[in-house]
T-cell receptor
Framework: DGGITQSPKYLFRKEGQNVTLSCEQNLNHDAMYWYRQDPGQGLRLIYYSQIVNDFQKGDIAEGYSVSREKKESFPLTVTSAQKNPTAFYLC?????????????FGPGTRLTVL | RKEVEQDPGPFNVPEGATVAFNCTYSNSASQSFFWYRQDCRKEPKLLMSVYSSGNEDGRFTAQLNRASQYISLLIRDSKLSDSATYLCVVNKGNYQLIWGAGTKLIIKP
């Protein structure tokens, strides 16, 4: 089955720790995205990647880092510099990054900082 | 003013009724518009794209009003399974999508 997988589904982190969220897609999509969703707010873009070995900051990139070494994979690291990391993190992909293509989402990772 | 605004609801609607909600956007250069559906604690899924001429998919109809800068979603003969949060999404004319906070819909038997 084609799709996007994210792991883990739930993640608990102590303050001061870095954590990495996994995102893998087998849809052969060029573009991949990371969003953050907080209660009562729309999705906010953290980082996006249009192609392998290239990525750009979104609106709220501070305290996060990404890599895109393979087309299928776009991991997100939440660093200790992120002041309020507790949120629902969603990874998405689309055929291209033109903004007109449907974005397909993974099931998300709920991160809680203890 | 937010770039994309939606009434958060909830809209409590009896099963079988028709319900409609709007979404306003601020950027007149916006090119593409979408409605996504998000179930509780799940990922968003595309419901439908919104075209200039309007479009219909079964019980769902989406309309775009460029002059007044809003899009609408109409659901006819609502089902219990339509209960969800409906997210309005607007493309600014580049790669970036701007997401509304969503309108919560509750269909009651």
């Amino acid at each position: 089955d084609g799709g996007i997988t994210q792991s883990p589904k739930y993640l608990f982190r102590k303050e001061g720790q870095n954590v990495t969220l996994s995102c893998e897609q087998n849809l052969n999509h060029d573009a991949m995205y990371w969003y953050r969703q907080d209660p009562g707010q729309g999705l906010r873009l953290i980082y996006y990647s249009q192609i392998v070995n290239d990525f750009q900051k979104g609106d709220i990139a501070e305290g996060y880092s990404v890599s895109r070494e393979k087309k299928e994979s776009f991991p997100l690291t939440v660093t200790s510099a992120q002041k309020n990391p507790t949120a629902f993190y969603l990874c998405a992909s689309s055929i291209t990054s033109g903004g007109t293509d449907t974005q397909y989402f993974g099931p998300g990772t709920r991160l809680t900082v203890l | 003013r937010k770039e994309v605004e939606q009434d958060p609801g909830p809209f409590n609607v009896p099963e079988g009724a028709t319900v409609a909600f709007n979404c306003t956007y601020s950027n007149s250069a916006s090119q593409s518009f979408f409605w996504y559906r998000q179930d509780c604690r799940k990922e968003p899924k595309l419901l439908m794209s919104v075209y200039s001429s309007g479009n219909e998919d079964g019980r769902f109809t989406a309309q775009l009003n460029r002059a007044s800068q809003y899009i609408s979603l109409l659901i006819r003969d609502s089902k219990l399974s339509d209960s969800a949060t409906y997210l309005c999404v607007v493309n600014k004319g580049n790669y970036q999508l701007i997401w509304g906070a969503g309108t919560k819909l509750i269909i009651k038997p």
